[in-house]
């Protein structure tokens, strides 16, 4: 089955980058956008992007593009997201999830543990 | 910034129906974009509970059901069980944003 494996917990300072990864399994890595999400303490998913593995294409939200890089490596099906200038509203869980299309909308049918990336001097 | 409304809470009595509604806009739910529900349990990643308005992936109950009109969308849940109790997203396309968008969530509270 679909299994999305993410990095663990990363504390930066802000100002800093961070890294995650999300190594993918059970299915074709390059048949489906990876999709990266983030959710800080008591909001909701917030989509930050997407990659297609494929062409390595990506499509980013107007408020992260010029912080915000996606990667992936086919040869060890693993996708990474590096945001940088980290400030303290980036604090967040931040997840990688599958996405497929119905109706014309993306939806995000398996997802990542999560990784938490506290920020704070 | 969420785009879609959704109530703070809803509660409700073992084996009660509750909805969940899911505001949107002529840009998102009202241009076409199909609506997708998410469920989120505590410390766990959203898991995709209904997608295409109102299809449910395998292994979802049939207690759980969606519907969509016009501008908003909700969901619905028949027979509600002590298991139910999470947060609960509504999502779609919008295309002023060129992203997908979220609702702000709602807590269902089984009494």
């Known amino acids: 089955q679909v299994h999305l494996v993410q990095s663990g917990t990363e504390v930066k300072k802000p100002g800093a980058s961070v890294k995650v990864s999300c190594r993918a399994s059970g299915y074709t890595f390059t048949a489906d956008y990876i999709h990266w999400l983030r959710q800080a303490p008591g909001q909701g998913p917030d989509w930050m992007g997407s990659i297609n593995p494929d062409t390595g294409g990506t499509n980013s939200a107007q408020k992260f593009r010029g912080r915000v890089s996606m990667t992936t490596d086919t040869s060890i099906t693993t996708a990474y997201l590096e945001l940088s200038r980290l400030r303290s509203d980036d604090t967040a869980v931040y997840y990688c999830a599958r996405g497929r299309v119905y109706g014309g909308s993306p939806l995000f049918d398996f997802w990542g543990q999560g990784t938490l990336v506290p920020v704070s001097s | 910034q969420s785009v879609l409304t959704q109530p703070p809470s809803v509660s409700g009595a073992p084996g009660q129906r509750v909805t969940v509604s899911c505001a949107g806009r002529?840009?998102?739910?009202?241009?076409?974009?199909?609506v997708h529900w998410y469920q989120q349990l505590p410390g766990q990643a959203p898991k995709l509970l209904i997608y295409?308005?109102?299809n449910r992936p395998s292994g979802v109950p049939d207690r759980f059901s969606g519907s969509k009109s016009g501008t908003s969308a909700s969901l619905a849940i028949t027979g509600l069980q002590a298991e139910d109790e999470a947060d609960y997203y509504c999502?779609?396309?919008?295309?002023?944003?060129?992203?997908?968008?979220f609702g702000t969530g709602t807590k269902v509270t089984v009494l």
């Open positions: 999502q779609s396309y919008d295309s002023g944003l060129s992203g997908s968008v």
């Open positions: 295409g308005n109102n």
């Open positions: 002529s840009s998102n739910i009202g241009e076409g974009y199909d």
